[in-house]
T-cell receptor
C-alpha cells in the first residue's frame, strides 16, 4: 500500500541551483523520513522529521512538514552533480513506528 | 557505522528453482525487513521481523517465505522462482525505538533475474 507520493517524478537542474521535491501522504504519521538512492544501490537515510516538528536542517538539506496538508518538502540547496539520485519519502504511522511506507520517488538529475 | 550486507549483488535463476537471499547486519538491530523494488512501484514490503524467530507479512508476501534463526541474519526464500519475481531485492534493519521510530539502514541490494 502506497502512502507517500512524490512530486515531481523527475527533475533536471544545473549545478548550483536549488532542487525541491514534495511528498504527500494519506494517514496520520509519527514521523516522515527522506532517503536517497544512487543508481542500482541501496537507500541511504538522509533526515527524519517528527510529526510535532515543522522544519529541520541537515547541511544543504532542508525538510518541512505540514501535517494539516499531509505534505512534506525536501530542499537541496546549491546542488552538485553528486546529488544526482532518486529521492524517496517514507512515513511511519503512529500505531507502527517501525514499519515504513515508501513513496515512488523523485529522480533528480544535476548537470555539471 | 551500521553495515548491512546482502549475499549477492546479481543473481540469475531459472523458473522453479528455490532461491535464498541472505542479509546480515552488524549493529544488533532488532528489526529487519525485506523489500522488492520495481520501476514505477517504489519499495514494497515483503516480510519483516521484530525479533529472532518472529516474522510478519508485509504487503506482498505471496510466493515468499523468510527465516530468522539469529538476530543478525534474515533470509528471504523464493520457494519456486517465477519470472514475475525478477526484481531488485533490498534488505534493511533498524533499532526498535518503540514509539519514537527511527531510520532504516539498507543493504546494497540484490538484482534477481528469473529466466
Amino acid at each position: 500500500s502506497q502512502q507517500g507520493e512524490e512530486d515531481p517524478q523527475a527533475l533536471s537542474i544545473q549545478e548550483g541551483e536549488n532542487a525541491t521535491m514534495n511528498c504527500s501522504y494519506k494517514t496520520s504519521i509519527n514521523n516522515l523520513q527522506w532517503y536517497r538512492q544512487n543508481s542500482g544501490r541501496g537507500l541511504v537515510h538522509l533526515i527524519l522529521i517528527r510529526s510535532n516538528e515543522r522544519e529541520k536542517h541537515s547541511g544543504r538539506l532542508r525538510v518541512t512538514l505540514d501535517t494539516s496538508k499531509k505534505s512534506s518538502s525536501l530542499l537541496i540547496t546549491a546542488s552538485r552533480a553528486a546529488d544526482t539520485a532518486s529521492y524517496f519519502c517514507a512515513t511511519a504511522t503512529s500505531y507502527n513506528t517501525d514499519k515504513l511506507i515508501f513513496g515512488t520517488g523523485t529522480r533528480l538529475q544535476v548537470f555539471p | 557505522d551500521v553495515k548491512v550486507t546482502q549475499s549477492s549483488r546479481y543473481l540469475v535463476k531459472r523458473t522453479g528453482e528455490k532461491v535464498f537471499l541472505e542479509c546480515v547486519q552488524d549493529m544488533d538491530h532488532e528489526n529487519m525487513f525485506w523489500y522488492r523494488q520495481d520501476p514505477g512501484l517504489g519499495l514494497r514490503l515483503i516480510y519483516f521481523s521484530y525479533d529472532v524467530k518472529m516474522k510478519e507479512k508485509g504487503d506482498i508476501p505471496e510466493g515468499y517465505s523468510v527465516s530468522r534463526e539469529k538476530k543478525e541474519r534474515f533470509s528471504l526464500i523464493l520457494e519456486s522462482a517465477s519470472t514475475n519475481q525478477t526484481s531488485m531485492y533490498l534488505c534493511a534493519s533498524s533499532l526498535n525505538q518503540g514509539l519514537a521510530g527511527g531510520p532504516q539502514y539498507f543493504g546494497p541490494g540484490t538484482r534477481l533475474l528469473v529466466l
